[in-house]
């Protein structure tokens, strides 16, 4: 190829290039979509970099995606509409807008007018200031509910960061800033959109992680989509997030740690047994601590097979996949410091 062309290409390469892509799952926010898409396009006028929109509509049932397209109109904006074939949910509209970014960081946010898009331009600039894989946001004076949202979600917050051992002041805030080399690595399924930090603390350090205050809104238009009845989902995936943070690559350790715990409960029930039986010369047939000692025993041996079983099967996942123990983030070098 011509040199001149080469040179050219790339620079139109590096020109095109996404500094920032911000994603915004939908779900019937027909009234919302259109101030929030004028809002995002105000409060980026000032950004001074490349950055693109993506809007994925989880399988609205009103007017949302109609209006949404109608912003298509603006040629000055970076627009991309993602339509899901149904509803999926938060957690996966969310990972659809990642799949499809293509920025070198990525925003998320709520749809609903509640985040305020003003404040994405300084987490861009906290995060790379601060040198951080992820940086949330703390609704410090949230305008929700007292005794629904927010007493609730102080103790999500609390017990998440107490099991997780990633400490921040609010979990459940949408707003965050994303190395999208990072979140690319998590795989969001569930409802796991709420505990996205602990999932980036398994592939970076802690350390990593921060947080910053972030205006919040009353909602204006429509209804929220949560009631009190996530708190008792919460606990349910805190102990799904709990188990593959800690046993993901080493389930045996989970299911065998259980297993020698009642074996050696039913061993010491057993043997006491035995001794009041044949050295005692009481009569155990009818007693109550013989059956539990059995069925601690048989339970003992099935966790413990359970736990040989999932070793094998994450070895074989582990095999199929090609996947390394470890990832790199950067290799330095004499030639390339920065490699």
């Given at each position: ?15 095109d290039a996404i500094e920032l892509s911000v994603v915004v799952p939908i779900y019937n926010e027909e009234e919302s979509i ?138 459940g805030c949408s707003l965050k800033i994303y190395q999208a080399s990072i979140i690319k690595q998590v795989k969001l399924m ?37 009631g009190i009845s996530r708190t008792f989902r919460v606990i349910l995936d805190l102990l799904s997030v709990l188990f593959f ?95």
């Open positions: 190829m011509d040199p001149i062309l080469q040179a050219n290409r790339t620079e139109t390469v590096v020109t259109g101030p929030l898409v004028t809002r995002i396009r105000e409060a980026m006028a000032s950004f001074g970099r490349s950055w693109e929109l993506i809007l994925v509509d989880d399988g609205s049932t009103d007017a949302t995606l109609i209006n949404a397209r109608r912003a298509l109109a603006d040629s000055s904006l970076r627009l991309r509409i993602v339509e899901l074939q149904r509803n999926f949910g938060q957690t996966a509209a969310m990972q659809a807008g990642i799949d499809t970014a293509t920025g070198r960081l990525i925003a998320t946010l709520d749809g609903d007018l509640q985040n305020d898009p003003r404040d994405i331009p300084a987490m861009v600039a906290a995060i790379e200031e601060r040198e951080l894989d992820l940086l949330v946001g703390w609704r410090k004076n949230r305008q929700d509910g007292l005794f629904l949202r927010k007493i609730p979600s102080w103790c999500a917050n609390y017990l998440i960061g107490k099991i997780t051992g990633v400490k921040l002041h609010d979990y569930g409802e796991m959109h709420r505990f996205i930090p602990a999932w980036v603390a398994g592939v970076v350090p802690s350390s990593r992680i921060g947080e910053m205050p972030v205006t919040h809104h009353a909602r204006q238009h429509g209804t929220s989509k949560y943070m800690r046993y993901k690559a080493r389930p045996g350790h989970f299911f065998g740690s259980i297993g020698l715990a009642a074996g050696a409960l039913s061993a010491l029930i057993l043997f006491y047994l035995f001794v009041d039986k044949f050295l005692l010369g009481n009569d155990i047939g009818a007693r109550p601590m013989l059956i539990v000692g059995v069925m601690l025993f048989l339970s003992s041996v099935q966790l413990i097979t359970t736990g040989i079983l999932a070793e094998m099967m994450a070895r074989i996942y582990s095999g199929e996949n090609d996947t390394p123990p470890y990832i790199v983030r950067k290799v330095f070098s004499e030639d390339a410091p920065n490699t």
